[in-house]
């Protein structure tokens, strides 16, 4: 195995564009996991940990842009009032350990539909910065990922950053495991109201092929707040509406059956997520009016 | 040349004195070394080739790439095996090396040595198997068919039990009955299985190995070898955790046969993915029970159909179906029954000893039925349970009269008046004490609580018949100008506390201040196997003779070396003690300091101790005095359950248990907790899944154990009321505690849901689907 260990950002992308084979690493928490299993031997890995422009963040044009190389436990420290759904998300992720190594530039490297970052980053709209050494580019992360374990990027990008909106109403995160700490999800949700543009974001993990944004759910539940005037002047949601967000929700999701739950069980408690973080998403709206 | 061991202890405290682990700073720190750290210079590394198919013949091995490759030093076969080709704790069924087929997914097939660890792994992919796949008899109940494919040439039943109390016709006015499922769980030591075997150069070898018993692994070995016992030395290694998965060989015959075939140390510590097929598990259980009771709710029969899944090979199964059978019932007074227990043969993962041993299974089923008789009979579940319950003098449907404290209807009536946890208030949003934890899935949304109890018991020690004894060598020497104990045993300290009690117990009968426990090796007799809650008993036993015996020695010097001096003489010792570090007169006065006493004299005696003796049942009828010592513990959950997503959080455990005699009430506190935590992580989240005999889920990321958010706080309630057969009085201490936990979950989660639960694990979708 060769391992490569770039300094630089410019230095990273021409060893990419040398390597295309070679493995991006960050904080482990991931890949060190698959080689240890015997589940990839990856002919090179690109350490990533060494690039400093990685692990900073700042804004640009009123948008965050994180870089990919910082942590849960950074996202939770230093911008949990900027993304509150995303520090909700990464307060779930493993253990105090895992948190300070992992990073949301590799839950988007390894694309794995049980990614925690992934669901606040889908209800966000959040964008990927991926580079090359012949340039960048930004993907929505709605887009961006395309199979199971699988994303958008070529074999000669690295991810960059990710770009997000600072918080423009609240935001919830919710994530079903069947243990009470440390535990995969077995699925996930989360929202995010933007107040501003009166819309309603999505994010489904674990129940699917890839993450979800549940559309339907989403236009729904801000037309519904639309016709009622509600964004102006928030007042109780007809529990039937948030009923239906949430069957909207669960239809949305395409989950099978595994070892961490069965397909029923999921699309079950999509919909009581989705009920339940509308709800506190909701009064939290109302109490801020 | 040696590995580095954990460091001999030096100790102090006396019995009922809470001792701390001398190993504690170090294992905290990260310094401890476990058998998974052992290395000498110029070690190999062994790997092992595995089947994977759960069932299939070796058409052909080629392993001519592998020994080409780079490094690779040896590549061994059944072939290779120099002894006996099969080994078994009670029946001779597994080979070492699969011989023609394998049964089970993962059973070892051909083992390799190399330079270094990936080298060996590499190799070992490289090992050329041909199989012609075979179809999986995966199903218990159709291992009982006669149609079944015969994995063993004497069938499928590994064994089977049958138990006659009674009238066999009882009938009675109010009858509930259950069928309930217990899924496979996993010790999960976290230090994988792991050895390091150093060849002697005259065709012996010294084993470095984590076990519960490194005797039957020595004669086990000695077998395997083709050497006499003399040339199998075997030496404790740090050992990281063990509850029933250290009973079996894994890696030990491995990495002596590749050590000797190479002349090299090797070294063997399997991957976590590794360990998961390198040790036997709890066996899964199905059970079909019959309760019946009079109006007043008194037991009048009970019929039970106990269906135990073996998996590949016979491990410890057949003493395990004979716990399951023999408390089927529970702790309860019960005139009839007919009780029936099967363990079976399949082509699952292989079944084996873990902490409850037969009697957590067994458990569920009866908590289960005692509370569906006390919805039947309009009854408190705790005072059903206490107007049935054994006491002193009781028969077990085994016919055996149960002597000594039965303390059943204390336990449950304490229990019972314990102060109840406050409901979590709605003003403070609390995740962590929420279903669901720190994922954020419940403000408060759906969660209702429940309040479950139940009672368990089991048998202390091996039972049946089995000649169970320990060793205990005991020294007495002056070192830095004062008195010095040494104890040596070959017990098996798996974290449970042994090092402290044998310390303690040899401090208080000579008096003494210093103590060093040495480490465990078989270089003094058996201590017998870290198992069944009989080390305390029977290895504290063992040093307790010996100390006594050192004891008598150092009375009758004193008396000699006195008369010498004019200063008494033959008699004198009559009411003397040893205490302070010096012989003390019985008003009080120091005769002699011992060393003053001692000087340069050493004083060692090695003594066995054996508990009393117990018979095997009888075929017909299940009934014998088969078991030496009984243990008694109840528990109460009170529990939250999400009951829209089906989550749950234990709010909280409380328990009161026998314990006959702390001799470390620290320990005894730990083993009160762990205990409870396995069976809490049984009754909700901890199970091997096995699919067409494959395990699904070989990894701490799917095989979930229970973290500190999940295991409550413990309220505990320690009884010590003395068997007067054993020593100091003590009871094993370390089962009792996962066999009822568990069930009071399930009990709770019941009351909580109003959901019947047939099976455990209990997952999220059986709460909400």
Known sequence: MEFLQPTTWTEALEMKAAHPEALPIAGGTDVMVEINFDRQRPAAVIDLTKVAELEEWGTENGMLRVGAGVTYSRIIEELGGRLPGLAMASRTVGSPQIRNRGTVGGNLGSASPAGDAHPPLLSSGALVELASASGSRRVPVREFFVGPKRNAMRNDELIAAFLVEPTRGPEQFSKVGTRNAMVIAVCSFAIALDVERKRVGTGIGSAGPTPLAAIDAEEFMAGVLDESGLWERPADVDPNAVARFGELVAAAARPIDDVRGTAAYRRHALAVLARRTFTWAWDERRRSA | MKPKLPPAALMSGRVGEPVRRPDAALKTRGDFPYSSDLQVDGMLWGATVRSPHPYARIVSIDSTEARSMPGVRAVLTHDDVPGKKVYGLEIPDQPVLAIDVVRYWGEAVALVAADHPEQARRAAHAVRLEYEVLAPLTNPELALTENAPRLHPDGNITRAIKIRRGDQNARADVVVTGEYEVGMQDQAPLGPESGLAIPDGAGGVDLYIATQWLHIDRDQLAGVLGLPHEAVRLTMAGIGGAFGAREDLSMQAHACMLALRTGRPVKMSYSRAESFVGHVHRHPARMRYEHGATRDGKLVYVKARILLDGGAYASSSTAVISNACCFAVGPYECPNAIIDGWVVYTNNPPCGAMRGFGSVQNCYAHEAQMDKLAAALGMDPVELRIHNAMKTGSTLVTGQAVDGPVPVAELLSRIKVMPMPTAVSGDHLDLTQMPGGVSNTTHGEGVRRGVGYAVGFKNVGYSEGFNDYSTARVKLAVADGRPRVEVHTAGAEVGQGLVMVQAQIASTV???????????????????????????????????????????????????????????????????????????????????????????????????????????????????????????????AVVDVDVELGLVKVVELATAQDVGKAINPQAVEGQLEGGAAQGLGLAVMEEIQVKDGVIRNPSFTDYLLPTTLDMPQLRMDVLELGDPNSPFGLKGVGEPPAISSGPAIVAAIRTATGREIKRVPVRPHDLTL
Do not use: C
């Open chain 2, 510 to 636: 000579l008096g003494v201040h210093d103590v060093v426990v040495l480490g465990a090796d078989t270089q003094v007799g058996s201590s017998g196997s870290s198992s069944a809650s009989r080390q305390t008993y029977i290895t504290g036993g063992a040093v307790k003779a010996a100390s006594e015996a050192v004891r008598d020695r150092v009375f009758a010097l004193a008396e000699s070396e006195l008369s010498g001096l004019g200063r008494g003489g033959s008699g004198e010792s009559d009411g003397w003690r040893l205490e302070s570090d010096a012989i003390v007169s019985a008003d009080g006065g120091v005769v002699i300091t011992l060393a003053t006493l001692l000087g340069e004299e050493v004083i060692e005696e090695t003594r066995e101790y054996r508990p009393r003796r117990t018979s095997r049942l009888d075929g017909e009828t299940g009934q014998a005095n088969a078991h030496m010592q009984f243990a008694f513990a109840a528990h109460r």
